[in-house]
């Protein structure tokens, strides 16, 4: 069995719990200096795989288990293909303003872009804030001016693991990743897009694990 390989706050987080467990999110948070919120998944993470306890109306405490466990190994086993959704799509030659109404009416947190099928970006609610706040006329602005363009787009394939996903959206600090096939044009790497995996999916694939418990 593997032994999970924790980012460097992940083990932060350990080491403040050995020192002065009990200790509650709020001082963790105050003691790396992030917010309650960007600790939820790495609470989520070490509580789940048995390296930390979490006591209600106390805190967290150490855990002597082992740091594995069952839920971690079937996690594992589950791919993004397994639990993508389908993503929202426009040219890149959309307007922003356009844009903008395309991203509510779908709910979502990140619109992707192709041209001819292919991924060449993505862009965001803070891309489209971004905008909105310096005055442009969003009528008139197409969305590619504004997007991050490939190759700096994160992507994760069907066969991937949710965990790795998961990884992935904490490190770049991303509302989803864009679920990709790659192919060959030459000497040129093509990706299409196919999917989209997001911390609903993942969020939505935890609350299903516990209904199935």
């Known amino acids: 069995m593997d032994i999970i ?3 460097h706050r992940q083990k932060k987080i350990t080491e403040l719990v050995k020192k002065y467990a009990p200790i509650t999110s709020e001082q963790l948070a105050e003691k790396l200096g992030v917010t309650r919120a960007a600790l939820r998944p790495d609470l989520a993470i070490l509580t789940m795989t048995d390296v930390l306890e979490a006591k209600p109306k106390v805190g967290y405490i150490y855990s002597k288990k082992p740091s594995y466990s069952m839920l971690y190994d079937y996690i594992r086993k589950i791919n993004v293909g397994d639990v993508m959704s389908k993503p929202v799509v426009v040219d890149e030659n959309t307007m922003v303003y356009d844009a903008i109404v395309n991203l509510f009416l779908n709910d979502v947190g990140t619109l992707f872009i192709e ?3 292919v991924l060449i970006g993505a862009v965001s609610r803070k891309d489209f804030l971004k905008i909105s706040i310096g005055g442009t006329d969003m009528r008139k602005v197409p969305v590619g001016i ?3 363009r490939m190759p700096n787009i994160v992507c994760v394939e069907k ?3 949710v965990y790795l996903a998961a990884q992935k959206i904490m490190d770049h600090e991303v509302d989803s990743l864009p679920v990709v096939e790659k192919s060959k044009d030459g000497s040129k790497e093509i990706l299409k897009i196919i999917g989209k995996v ?3 999916n993942i969020t939505r694939l935890f609350v ?3 209904e199935n418990k």
């Open 5 to 7: 390989k924790f980012s």
């Open 115 to 117: 041209n001819s099928g």
């Open 146 to 148: 504004i997007m991050t």
């Open 159 to 161: 066969d991937d693991s």
């Open 198 to 200: 997001s911390k609903t």
């Open 208 to 210: 299903k694990m516990g």
